[in-house]
């Protein structure tokens, strides 16, 4: 059974960044069949595209979010990683990595338990 | 980019009941690729129905899915406890992906 686990700080300071890793287990990262994404939900609130990465590095971020995102792969740990830059309290949310089906911003099937970040000083 | 509206924002329904849960589009999500997520409170949403009518693997065929174009529904044909939840429709037609606000089925 796939398995996704995130880990990073729970508490960002504004204006710097935020990192966080998603390890997986229990299957390859290293198929041409899914992209690897980074989803976020506020706080009592709906959920928001942040981007994803296939195995070979290839990119795709949601514009509103382009400027200050970067997500990259390890394939030999089996991670992939999320950095946020220049965050504000806006960016407060739990932050989940999941497996997308194809590519981009497709259907995400196996999801990590998700772990909350609080931009604060 | 394409909003998606999901109504009623709260459904209360005893168990057995069926539910039917609305997603509308801003416009026409390209080739029906419609989404829907179960998610639980403190959960990580579920992956229930793609392709608008497509049940994802493993999931009970009392969830269904139908719709084209901008008007979508999610059917529960008869609710179980653990069915009780908040679901979010996903359109991935056109980019950037969006998600719905959610409804909340919850028990009445």
């Known amino acids: 059974q796939l398995q996704l686990q995130e880990s990073g700080p729970g508490l960002v300071r504004p204006s710097e960044t935020l990192s966080l890793t998603c390890t997986v287990s229990?299957?390859?990262?290293?198929?041409?069949?899914?992209?690897w994404g980074w989803i976020r939900q506020p706080p009592g609130k709906g959920l928001e595209w942040i981007g994803s990465?296939?195995?070979?590095?290839?990119?795709w971020y949601n514009s509103s979010l382009k400027s200050r995102v970067t997500i990259s792969v390890d394939t030999s740990k089996k991670q992939f990683s999320l950095q946020l830059n220049s965050v504000t309290a806006a960016d407060t949310a739990v932050y989940y990595c999941?497996?997308?089906?194809?590519?981009?911003?497709?259907?995400?099937?196996?999801w990590g338990q998700g772990t909350l970040v609080t931009v604060s000083s | 980019e394409i909003v998606l509206t999901q109504s009623p924002g709260t459904l209360s329904l005893s168990p057995g009941e069926r539910a039917t849960l609305s997603c509308r589009a801003s416009?026409?999500?390209?080739?029906?690729?419609l989404a829907w997520y179960q998610q639980k409170p403190g959960q990580a949403p579920r992956f229930l129905i793609y392709?608008?009518?497509s049940r994802a693997t493993g999931i009970p065929d009392r969830f269904s899915g139908s719709g084209s174009g901008t008007d979508f529904t999610l059917t529960i044909s008869r609710l179980e406890p653990e069915d009780f939840a908040v679901y979010y429709c996903?359109?991935?037609?056109?980019?950037?992906?969006?998600f719905g606000q959610g409804t909340k089925v919850e028990i009445k």
């Open positions: 229990g299957g390859s990262i290293s198929s041409s069949s899914f992209y």
């Open positions: 996903h359109q991935y037609g056109n980019s950037p992906g969006t």
């Open positions: 416009q026409s999500v390209t080739s029906n690729y």
């Open positions: 392709g608008a009518s």
């Open positions: 990465i296939s195995y070979t590095g290839n990119t």
């Open positions: 999941a497996r997308v089906l194809r590519y981009f911003d497709w259907p995400l099937d196996y």
